[in-house]
C-alpha cells in the first residue's frame, strides 16, 4: 500500500508520547430544570499507534466524549477536566487554534458516511479543501495527496472517485472517502464513532480491514466507538466499556474478553447472540441506561445489577482485575465493590501502571 | 431538460391564459364602463350605444373574449381608450422603468438579505439578530405606501436630500440629453457617458428602491436564517468542523450553497412581491412604470391596458420563477441526470 505521508507527520509532544491523555473528564448539560451529566469523570489514554475501543449503550456517552476530543461539543455544553491531543489540551482552546488540531492531530470518521459529505460538492472539492485547510501544497501536490489517501484506502479509480458527487457513491465507498479526507490530513489519531453501523455487514469487515492496516502502516491510534463487541474483539489493543457516562472496565482485549469482571460488561458480552443455541441466546439487560439528569447513587449500574448489594451504593473504586490465565493482568481493571482483586493503593498507582503499559 | 423546459413553458402559457380570463371578467363585471369616461357627463343613449358598439362592448362576453385572445395571438393588445395609442407600445415605454426599480431592488434585497441572514444564523441572539428580527416585524407591519411618503417627507420635506418624485430632473433632459437603449437609465446614461444624468438617475432611483427594499428585504433575511439554521445542523456541516474547515468557508460557501435552493424559491416570490408593491412605489414617486400606468388605467376603466399591463407584469414573474426552477438544476448535484 502507498503511503500518503510524505512530509513530517503532527509532531507528539508531552510526556509518555501519548496520542490521547483524557484526565477527569466530565461534561454536563445544563437545562432550564435540570442538567444532563453526559459524562461523569473519564479517564483515558491511547498511546501511538493503539487502537483502543469505547464500548456501551447509547446514551452511555461514547460519542459526547468523541466529539469532546476534537473540541466539538455545541456551546450549551459545560466541559471540565483535561483533554490532551498530541499533548495539546482541546478544552478551553480558542476555535482558531482548534481548527489547526482538527484533521491535523486528530481526525473523524462518523457514524453515517451517507450524511457525513456534503451533497453540494463534489468528493475532490471537499477533499482539496480540507487538504488545503492543514498543508501548504501547490494545487497539483493537493490534487496528487487526495488521489493518494483514496488509493490507500482501496477505493478503485481515485481519478474518477474526485470528480464524483456524494449521492453517486456507495455507502462503503463514502466511508473510504472520508477515512481517506482523514488521512490525507495526516493526523496521529482517528476518532472513529461507530464508522460501520450504517454500513452492510460485508462492507463493515471491508473497513474494519482497512483500518487495521492503516494503524500499522501509519502508526495510527484509533479510539474506535461501537456497541458491537465482535468489533472490538477482531480490531482493537485495549477496550474501555462505558456505563452512564462513566468508564467502568479497561483492559487489553485478550484481558477483558477472557475475564470480563464488572457485571455490565459480563451482561454486555452475553447479550452478544450465539449461533446455534436457538431462542435462548437472544440475551438482554433488563431496565434502562439512567437517566443521567439523576444518575443512581454509588455504583450507576446497581439498578439493573444482579449482585447489587448496599454496598453498591457508594461509589466504586478501580480494582485491578488479577487473571490466572494471562500474565499482563496489571493493565485490566474494573470499578465494581464484587471484584476480588487488587486494590491499588491509590489512583496514582493505577494511572502509573496504566502509563507503564502505554508507554 | 429539453423536455422538463417544454412542459414548464406550456404550463406558463396555461396560467397566462388564466390571468387573463380573470382579468377580463372582473374587468367587464365591476361597476362603471370606459364609456363614461369616454364620452363625459349625460351622454345621450344614442351615444353611448354608438360607443359600445365602436368598443365593441355590445357583443356578448364570451365573443368579446374570443376576439381578444385572436387579436393577443397575433400581437396585437389593443387600443388604450385613454390614450388612444396602442397598448403594446404603452406597455414597452414603461417597462423599463419598472424592470430597473424592481431589479436594483431585488439586487439589494439579496446583497443586504443573504449576509444579515447568515449571520443571524450563526450568531443566534446577538445584536444582528434582534435588529433583524425587529427590522422585519416593523418592514412587514408598516404598508407600503406609508412607508414610501414617510421616506418622501425625511429625505426630501426636511432634509431635501433626495427629489421628491419622478425618474430624472426636468433640466437633465434639456441639457443634457441621452438616448434611450435599454430603458434601463443607469445603464443608458453610463453608456453616453453622461455623469450628469446618471447621477440624477441615481438620486431619484434611491427613495423608490430603499421603499421596495425596506418591506421585502426582512422575508429574505428571515428566510436565509431559518433555511441556514437547518443546514448547520446537518451532519455534514459537523464534518466540515471535524477536519478544521475554517468558520467563515463553512457558513459563506459549504452552509449556504445548500440554502441556496429555498433560498431562490424565495428570491423568485419575493420578485413578485417588488412588482406588486412597485404598483404602490410608482404611484406614490410618480414613476413612468408599468406600475403607475396600471393604477390610472384601472380608474380609467382602460380595460385594454389593464389587461395588457397584467398580461406583461404576469409573464414576467412566470419567467422569473422558470429561471429559478432551471438554477436548481445548476446548485443541485443530485437533479443532474446524466
Redesign the interface.
Given at each position: 500500500m502507498s503511503s500518503p505521508v510524505t512530509t513530517k507527520p503532527f509532531e507528539t509532544t508531552g510526556p509518555g508520547k501519548q496520542v490521547l491523555e483524557i484526565t477527569d473528564l466530565k461534561v454536563s448539560f445544563p437545562g432550564l430544570f435540570k442538567t444532563v451529566q453526559a459524562v461523569r469523570s473519564i479517564d483515558l489514554n491511547i498511546g501511538v499507534g493503539e487502537i483502543h475501543g469505547l464500548v456501551g449503550e447509547s446514551g452511555s456517552g461514547k460519542s459526547i466524549t468523541a466529539m469532546s476530543c476534537l473540541g466539538l461539543l455545541p456551546d450549551s455544553a459545560v466541559v471540565e477536566g483535561s483533554v490532551k491531543v498530541t499533548g495539546h489540551e482541546i478544552n478551553g482552546t480558542p476555535e482558531k487554534q482548534l481548527a489547526r488540531l482538527r484533521g491535523g492531530g486528530a481526525a473523524m470518521i462518523f457514524q453515517n458516511p451517507m450524511k457525513a459529505l456534503n451533497p453540494f460538492f463534489s468528493v475532490g472539492q471537499q477533499m482539496f479543501d480540507v487538504i488545503r485547510c492543514h498543508r501548504d501544497l501547490s494545487k497539483n501536490e493537493i490534487r496528487a495527496e487526495a488521489e493518494k489517501a483514496l488509493q490507500a484506502v482501496q477505493l478503485p479509480d481515485p481519478h474518477l472517485a474526485l470528480k464524483k458527487y456524494p449521492h453517486q457513491m456507495s455507502g462503503g465507498q463514502l466511508q473510504r472517502v472520508v477515512i481517506a479526507m482523514a488521512l490525507a490530513c495526516r493526523p496521529r489519531l482517528l476518532i472513529a464513532d461507530e464508522p460501520t453501523t450504517a454500513l452492510d455487514v460485508t462492507v463493515q469487515a471491508q473497513i474494519i480491514t482497512l483500518l487495521r492496516a492503516l494503524a500499522r502502516d501509519h502508526d495510527l491510534a484509533i479510539l474506535f466507538i461501537t456497541h458491537d463487541l465482535g468489533v472490538v474483539a477482531s480490531l482493537c489493543d485495549r477496550v474501555s466499556v462505558m456505563y452512564a457516562g462513566e468508564v467502568v472496565e479497561s483492559g487489553s482485549v485478550g484481558d477483558l474478553f477472557a475475564n470480563p469482571s464488572h457485571p455490565y460488561t459480563r451482561k454486555l458480552m452475553s447479550t452478544v447472540p450465539k449461533l446455534g443455541l436457538g431462542e435462548q441466546s437472544l440475551d438482554f439487560i433488563p431496565g434502562q441506561v439512567p437517566d443521567m439528569s439523576s444518575p443512581p447513587a454509588g455504583c450507576a449500574f446497581n439498578p439493573r445489577c444482579d449482585m447489587a448489594t448496599d454496598a453498591c451504593l457508594q461509589p466504586a473504586n478501580k480494582v485491578l482485575v488479577v487473571s490466572k490465565d494471562t500474565d499482563v493482568s496489571g493493565k485490566h481493571w474494573a470499578a465494581c465493590h464484587h471484584v476480588t482483586g487488587k486494590k491499588p493503593s491509590s489512583e496514582t498507582a493505577l494511572s502509573e501502571t496504566l502509563e507503564e503499559h502505554n508507554a | 431538460m429539453a423536455k422538463y423546459i417544454a412542459q414548464r413553458l406550456m404550463m406558463m402559457l396555461l396560467i397566462l391564459f388564466g390571468v387573463l380570463t380573470i382579468t377580463f371578467v372582473l374587468s367587464r363585471l365591476l361597476p362603471g364602463s370606459p364609456v363614461e369616461m369616454m364620452l363625459g357627463h349625460h351622454p345621450t343613449q344614442e351615444q353611448i350605444e354608438e360607443a359600445r358598439a365602436e368598443l365593441g362592448l355590445d357583443l356578448p362576453l364570451p365573443l368579446q373574449f374570443t376576439r381578444y385572445i385572436s387579436d393577443l395571438v397575433q400581437g396585437d393588445l389593443g387600443k388604450s381608450l385613454r390614450t388612444g395609442r396602442p397598448v403594446l407600445e404603452e406597455v414597452t415605454k414603461r417597462i423599463g422603468a419598472t424592470f430597473e426599480l424592481t431589479f436594483i431592488a431585488m439586487f439589494w434585497v439579496v446583497v443586504l438579505g443573504v449576509p444579515i441572514g447568515v449571520v443571524s444564523a450563526v450568531r443566534q441572539n446577538s445584536a444582528v439578530d434582534n435588529v433583524a428580527r425587529a427590522g422585519s416585524i416593523a418592514g412587514v407591519a408598516f404598508p407600503v405606501f406609508m412607508l414610501a411618503m414617510a421616506l418622501q417627507f425625511i429625505f426630501y420635506g426636511q432634509l431635501n436630500w433626495l427629489p421628491l418624485q419622478g425618474r430624472l430632473d426636468a433640466e437633465i433632459l434639456l441639457d443634457h440629453p441621452f438616448e434611450r437603449i435599454t430603458g434601463f437609465y443607469l445603464i443608458d446614461t453610463l453608456l453616453a457617458g453622461n455623469i450628469e444624468a446618471l447621477w440624477s438617475a441615481l438620486r431619484h432611483l434611491t427613495l423608490p428602491v430603499l421603499t421596495l427594499v425596506i418591506v421585502t428585504l426582512a422575508t429574505v433575511t428571515r428566510i436565509t436564517r431559518n433555511m441556514m439554521i437547518e443546514v448547520l445542523s446537518?451532519?455534514?456541516?459537523?464534518?466540515?468542523?471535524?477536519?478544521?474547515?475554517?468558520?467563515v468557508?463553512i457558513y459563506f460557501q459549504?452552509a449556504l450553497?445548500?440554502t441556496?435552493i429555498p433560498l431562490l424559491t424565495v428570491v423568485g416570490l419575493t420578485f413578485g412581491y417588488l412588482l406588486g408593491g412597485a404598483v404602490v412605489v410608482e404611484f406614490v414617486f410618480d414613476w413612468p412604470g408599468l406600475g403607475g400606468f396600471v393604477v390610472f388605467s384601472i380608474a380609467q376603466n382602460d380595460f385594454p391596458a389593464v389587461m395588457g399591463a397584467t398580461l406583461v407584469l404576469a409573464g414576467t414573474y412566470l419567467t422569473i420563477n422558470l429561471i429559478v426552477d432551471l438554477l436548481y438544476y445548476v446548485?443541485?448535484?443530485?437533479l443532474r441526470v446524466q
Amino acid at each position: 500500500m502507498s503511503s500518503p505521508v510524505t512530509t513530517k507527520p503532527f509532531e507528539t509532544t508531552g510526556p509518555g508520547k501519548q496520542v490521547l491523555e483524557i484526565t477527569d473528564l466530565k461534561v454536563s448539560f445544563p437545562g432550564l430544570f435540570k442538567t444532563v451529566q453526559a459524562v461523569r469523570s473519564i479517564d483515558l489514554n491511547i498511546g501511538v499507534g493503539e487502537i483502543h475501543g469505547l464500548v456501551g449503550e447509547s446514551g452511555s456517552g461514547k460519542s459526547i466524549t468523541a466529539m469532546s476530543c476534537l473540541g466539538l461539543l455545541p456551546d450549551s455544553a459545560v466541559v471540565e477536566g483535561s483533554v490532551k491531543v498530541t499533548g495539546h489540551e482541546i478544552n478551553g482552546t480558542p476555535e482558531k487554534q482548534l481548527a489547526r488540531l482538527r484533521g491535523g492531530g486528530a481526525a473523524m470518521i462518523f457514524q453515517n458516511p451517507m450524511k457525513a459529505l456534503n451533497p453540494f460538492f463534489s468528493v475532490g472539492q471537499q477533499m482539496f479543501d480540507v487538504i488545503r485547510c492543514h498543508r501548504d501544497l501547490s494545487k497539483n501536490e493537493i490534487r496528487a495527496e487526495a488521489e493518494k489517501a483514496l488509493q490507500a484506502v482501496q477505493l478503485p479509480d481515485p481519478h474518477l472517485a474526485l470528480k464524483k458527487y456524494p449521492h453517486q457513491m456507495s455507502g462503503g465507498q463514502l466511508q473510504r472517502v472520508v477515512i481517506a479526507m482523514a488521512l490525507a490530513c495526516r493526523p496521529r489519531l482517528l476518532i472513529a464513532d461507530e464508522p460501520t453501523t450504517a454500513l452492510d455487514v460485508t462492507v463493515q469487515a471491508q473497513i474494519i480491514t482497512l483500518l487495521r492496516a492503516l494503524a500499522r502502516d501509519h502508526d495510527l491510534a484509533i479510539l474506535f466507538i461501537t456497541h458491537d463487541l465482535g468489533v472490538v474483539a477482531s480490531l482493537c489493543d485495549r477496550v474501555s466499556v462505558m456505563y452512564a457516562g462513566e468508564v467502568v472496565e479497561s483492559g487489553s482485549v485478550g484481558d477483558l474478553f477472557a475475564n470480563p469482571s464488572h457485571p455490565y460488561t459480563r451482561k454486555l458480552m452475553s447479550t452478544v447472540p450465539k449461533l446455534g443455541l436457538g431462542e435462548q441466546s437472544l440475551d438482554f439487560i433488563p431496565g434502562q441506561v439512567p437517566d443521567m439528569s439523576s444518575p443512581p447513587a454509588g455504583c450507576a449500574f446497581n439498578p439493573r445489577c444482579d449482585m447489587a448489594t448496599d454496598a453498591c451504593l457508594q461509589p466504586a473504586n478501580k480494582v485491578l482485575v488479577v487473571s490466572k490465565d494471562t500474565d499482563v493482568s496489571g493493565k485490566h481493571w474494573a470499578a465494581c465493590h464484587h471484584v476480588t482483586g487488587k486494590k491499588p493503593s491509590s489512583e496514582t498507582a493505577l494511572s502509573e501502571t496504566l502509563e507503564e503499559h502505554n508507554a | 431538460m429539453a423536455k422538463y423546459i417544454a412542459q414548464r413553458l406550456m404550463m406558463m402559457l396555461l396560467i397566462l391564459f388564466g390571468v387573463l380570463t380573470i382579468t377580463f371578467v372582473l374587468s367587464r363585471l365591476l361597476p362603471g364602463s370606459p364609456v363614461e369616461m369616454m364620452l363625459g357627463h349625460h351622454p345621450t343613449q344614442e351615444q353611448i350605444e354608438e360607443a359600445r358598439a365602436e368598443l365593441g362592448l355590445d357583443l356578448p362576453l364570451p365573443l368579446q373574449f374570443t376576439r381578444y385572445i385572436s387579436d393577443l395571438v397575433q400581437g396585437d393588445l389593443g387600443k388604450s381608450l385613454r390614450t388612444g395609442r396602442p397598448v403594446l407600445e404603452e406597455v414597452t415605454k414603461r417597462i423599463g422603468a419598472t424592470f430597473e426599480l424592481t431589479f436594483i431592488a431585488m439586487f439589494w434585497v439579496v446583497v443586504l438579505g443573504v449576509p444579515i441572514g447568515v449571520v443571524s444564523a450563526v450568531r443566534q441572539n446577538s445584536a444582528v439578530d434582534n435588529v433583524a428580527r425587529a427590522g422585519s416585524i416593523a418592514g412587514v407591519a408598516f404598508p407600503v405606501f406609508m412607508l414610501a411618503m414617510a421616506l418622501q417627507f425625511i429625505f426630501y420635506g426636511q432634509l431635501n436630500w433626495l427629489p421628491l418624485q419622478g425618474r430624472l430632473d426636468a433640466e437633465i433632459l434639456l441639457d443634457h440629453p441621452f438616448e434611450r437603449i435599454t430603458g434601463f437609465y443607469l445603464i443608458d446614461t453610463l453608456l453616453a457617458g453622461n455623469i450628469e444624468a446618471l447621477w440624477s438617475a441615481l438620486r431619484h432611483l434611491t427613495l423608490p428602491v430603499l421603499t421596495l427594499v425596506i418591506v421585502t428585504l426582512a422575508t429574505v433575511t428571515r428566510i436565509t436564517r431559518n433555511m441556514m439554521i437547518e443546514v448547520l445542523s446537518e451532519e455534514y456541516i459537523r464534518t466540515s468542523f471535524a477536519y478544521g474547515v475554517p468558520k467563515v468557508r463553512i457558513y459563506f460557501q459549504y452552509a449556504l450553497k445548500a440554502t441556496l435552493i429555498p433560498l431562490l424559491t424565495v428570491v423568485g416570490l419575493t420578485f413578485g412581491y417588488l412588482l406588486g408593491g412597485a404598483v404602490v412605489v410608482e404611484f406614490v414617486f410618480d414613476w413612468p412604470g408599468l406600475g403607475g400606468f396600471v393604477v390610472f388605467s384601472i380608474a380609467q376603466n382602460d380595460f385594454p391596458a389593464v389587461m395588457g399591463a397584467t398580461l406583461v407584469l404576469a409573464g414576467t414573474y412566470l419567467t422569473i420563477n422558470l429561471i429559478v426552477d432551471l438554477l436548481y438544476y445548476v446548485v443541485d448535484p443530485r437533479l443532474r441526470v446524466q
